[in-house]
């Protein structure tokens, strides 16, 4: 479901990249002790990693010719919260875009707010938690998953044809296009709800307070003594499993969106037409700068784009750089927010420390 430049004007283009830039700073001065913990920090990486790699698969839709890619957004905020889980999408659309091409640079405010901010800072809290409230047991936790992906693709679905038609650069008419969309990722929820579902029971049951560190009134204290080394190595081997194997036998079939707009122009013109990008200033520069920063674009080696080690390497080294990048994220907003809260506190702790020797000697002295 990434969005390529062709689909937006520049001011629409501008006004989301505005719009998520702003979601990334608030999201990264908001964040609160409780949702991000040394332990946290890693993991951010991992899971971060684990979704590059998985989008990279794309899974056929039967009786459609579509494909559709898990979007990982729920998926990181059941493992993260969803704060956390927002920066570690946003890293990996930021890698997705800079160093391979994938989705445009105009339209990359877009892909961070319909892949980032839909799930993870409205269908997070807004169903997904609510759905957990009780308890976390494999059942809720199969039907919060299900549901909140189902919800968060649709409701991403509807807001890239917002965006589109808003743009009125193509003439991709808004129901026809609406009702193309809508169900095919809808279908495409329902598959990665159920692998969501199964990789969050899956890291419930292996060390449970992950996930319950989440809940309201559980500190992420509970995490100081566990060890997560088990975990993290389970998901960087499915990382790996995932970028390095699995991703050679995705599907040659469209993606939901690529799907839909052929059928739409298809309905509309009698014919497919493909979109292509304007050579209008500001599509130039950002085709020029993504020209310049895509390592291995459309996941290929640049000196031989039909050998498929292209897609395996892309998948490591996209899975790394994603990790890296996700996790340096975590660490800093922690050692700037966090480490100097605590080196006040300790320093509070300190003066009230030396105030009541200080007493106590003056009440000696006034004794003697």
Request: with cysteine; aromatic share 6%.
């Given at each position: 479901?990434?969005?390529?430049?062709?689909?937006?004007?520049?001011?629409?283009?501008?006004?989301?990249?505005?719009?998520?830039?702003?979601?990334?700073?608030?999201?990264?001065?908001?964040?609160k002790?409780?949702?991000?913990?040394?332990?946290?920090?890693?993991?951010?990486?991992?899971?971060?990693?684990?979704?590059?790699?998985?989008?990279?698969?794309?899974?056929?839709?039967?009786?459609?010719?579509?494909?559709?890619?898990?979007?990982?957004?729920?998926?990181?905020?059941?493992?993260?919260?969803?704060?956390?889980?927002?920066?570690?999408?946003a890293?990996v659309?930021?890698?997705?875009?800079?160093?391979?091409?994938d989705?445009?640079?105009?339209?990359l405010?877009?892909?961070?707010?319909?892949?980032?901010?839909?799930?993870?800072?409205?269908?997070?809290?807004?169903?997904?938690?609510?759905?957990?409230?009780?308890?976390?047991?494999?059942?809720?936790?199969?039907?919060?998953?299900?549901?909140?992906?189902?919800i968060?693709?649709?409701?991403?679905?509807?807001?890239?044809?917002?965006?589109t038609?808003?743009?009125?650069?193509?003439?991709?008419?808004?129901?026809?296009?609406?009702a193309?969309?809508?169900?095919?990722?809808?279908?495409?929820?329902?598959?990665?709800?159920?692998?969501?579902?199964?990789?969050?029971?899956?890291?419930?049951?292996?060390?449970?307070?992950?996930?319950?560190?989440?809940?309201?009134?559980?500190?992420?204290?509970?995490?100081?003594?566990?060890?997560?080394?088990?975990?993290?190595?389970?998901?960087?081997?499915?990382?790996?499993?995932?970028?390095?194997?699995?991703?050679?036998?995705?599907?040659?079939?469209?993606?939901?969106?690529?799907?839909?707009?052929?059928?739409?122009?298809?309905?509309?013109?009698?014919?497919?037409?493909e979109?292509?990008?304007?050579?209008?200033?500001?599509?130039?520069i950002?085709?020029?700068?993504?020209?310049s920063?895509?390592?291995?674009?459309?996941?290929?080696?640049?000196?031989?784009?039909?050998?498929p080690?292209?897609?395996?390497?892309?998948?490591?080294?996209?899975?790394?750089?994603?990790?890296?990048?996700?996790?340096?994220?975590?660490?800093?907003?922690?050692?700037?927010?966090?480490?100097?809260?605590?080196?006040?506190?300790?320093?509070g702790?300190?003066?009230?420390?030396?105030?009541?020797?200080?007493?106590?000697?003056?009440?000696?002295?006034?004794?003697?």
């Open positions: 479901m990434h969005m390529a430049d062709a689909l937006l004007s520049p001011a629409v283009g501008m006004a989301m990249n505005v719009i998520s830039i702003t979601a990334i700073g608030v999201s990264a001065a908001k964040i002790r409780n949702e991000l913990s040394e332990k946290k920090i890693p993991i951010m990486g991992v899971a971060g990693a684990l979704v590059f790699a998985g989008q990279m698969i794309t899974f056929a839709i039967p009786a459609t010719g579509s494909s559709g890619h898990i979007g990982g957004g729920i998926l990181l905020a059941g493992l993260l919260g969803g704060i956390p889980a927002f920066l570690a999408m890293a659309l930021i890698v997705q875009c800079l160093f391979f091409a989705g445009g640079l105009l339209a405010g877009c892909n961070i707010f319909n892949l980032g901010v839909i799930p993870c800072l409205v269908v997070y809290p807004l169903i997904f938690k609510p759905l957990l409230q009780k308890s976390i047991g494999s059942r809720r936790l199969s039907i919060a998953s299900i549901a909140s992906v189902m968060a693709l649709g409701l991403g679905a509807f807001f890239v044809v917002l965006q038609v808003a743009s009125g650069i193509t003439e991709l008419p808004f129901g026809t296009f609406s193309l969309m809508l169900p095919i990722h809808l279908v495409i929820g329902l598959v990665e709800g159920i692998v969501t579902a199964a990789i969050l029971c899956f890291v419930h049951k292996m060390r449970p307070e992950i996930m319950d560190s989440l809940q309201p009134g559980q500190p992420s204290k509970r995490l100081s003594g566990v060890s997560t080394k088990k975990v993290l190595a389970i998901l960087a081997a499915l990382t790996l499993l995932t970028g390095g194997f699995l991703s050679l036998f995705a599907s040659a079939n469209p993606d939901g969106l690529e799907w839909a707009i052929g059928k739409t122009t298809e309905k509309v013109f009698g014919a497919e037409t979109l292509g990008a304007s050579e209008d200033g500001i599509f130039e950002a085709a020029n700068v993504q020209k920063t895509a390592l291995l674009p459309d996941y290929t080696l640049p000196s031989d784009p039909d050998n080690a292209g897609t395996s390497v892309s998948g490591i080294i996209g899975a790394m750089i994603t990790c890296a990048l996700a996790g340096a994220a975590g660490l800093i907003i922690f050692m700037v927010k966090f480490k100097k809260s605590r080196a006040l506190k300790d320093s702790s300190k003066n009230k420390e030396d105030q009541a020797q200080e007493a106590q000697t003056k009440e000696v002295q006034a004794h003697v």
